[in-house]
């Protein structure tokens, strides 16, 4: 079974710095796909970025960008201009032939003004 | 023009009682999941249609029943309700089985506490 691993319960970051989030998982799959959402106080889950694992170029999106090492399979996030809206906690998923997403630990993420 | 949508958001309830939580998406979406988030925060796959057919069954309780109507639609029941259900139910949706890589969206989540 495919596990993924936070272990950063918290972290913390000033405004406009940068910081950047782990994620581990293990699986013997070759084709799947990797997830960070995000669950700001609202309770409301937003997807934040994804990546193809067949797809060696990291993606981003806008301040977020991922650093996926496939062979190590790490799977971080990278937070750019730290803003107070980015305060949430911050799921790593993962998703293979299964179709169901597996779920990090969560990492509580606080932006110090 | 909300996507996923969950009814109610709170649901405060006596052990022993018989609920629901209804979840609704207008995305068009083929495949749609329950997951459950714990007081630890801790997300986890309990139930998958895709178009009206069980596809996942995660060792829940029987005493949770989903129920799909429709594609847009995915409710869940629960019988005999028991403290330990208390957590946040999230449902989400996404095009279907086509590969790995549909991203799922979420509902608000429905906060249920049994007392």
């Known amino acids: 079974a495919q596990t993924v691993t936070q272990s950063q319960p918290e972290m913390s970051v000033q405004e406009a710095e940068t910081v950047t989030l782990s994620c581990t998982y293990d699986?013997?799959?070759?084709?799947?796909?990797l997830f960070w959402y995000k669950q700001p106080p609202s309770r409301q889950m937003i997807l934040v970025i994804r990546q193809e694992a067949y797809k060696q170029q990291n993606a981003t999106e806008n301040r977020f960008s991922v650093n996926f090492q496939k062979a190590a399979k790490s799977f971080s996030l990278k937070i750019s201009d730290s803003q107070l809206g980015d305060a949430a906690m911050y799921f790593c998923?993962?998703?293979?032939?299964?179709?169901?997403?597996?779920f990090g630990q969560g990492t509580r993420l606080t932006i110090n003004p | 023009d909300t996507a996923v949508s969950q009814t109610p958001k709170y649901l405060v309830t006596q052990m022993g009682n018989d609920k629901s939580i209804k979840c609704e998406q207008n995305?068009?979406?083929?495949?749609m999941y329950w997951y459950k988030q714990d007081s630890k925060k801790f997300l986890k796959i309990m139930f998958s249609y895709n178009n009206k057919e069980l596809i996942i069954n995660e060792t829940v309780p029987n005493r949770f029943s989903p129920k799909s109507p429709d594609k847009a639609h995915l409710n869940l029941h629960i019988n005999s309700l028991e403290l330990g259900d208390s957590a946040v139910y999230f449902c989400?949706?996404?095009?279907?089985?086509?590969?790995?890589?549909?991203?799922?969206?979420f509902g608000p989540g429905t906060r249920l506490t049994v007392l």
């Open positions: 699986t013997s799959e070759s084709d799947y796909y």
């Open positions: 995305l068009g979406h083929d495949t």
């Open positions: 989400a949706s996404s095009y279907g089985l086509a590969g790995a890589g549909d991203t799922q969206y």
């Open positions: 998923a993962y998703r293979g032939g299964a179709q169901k997403l597996v």
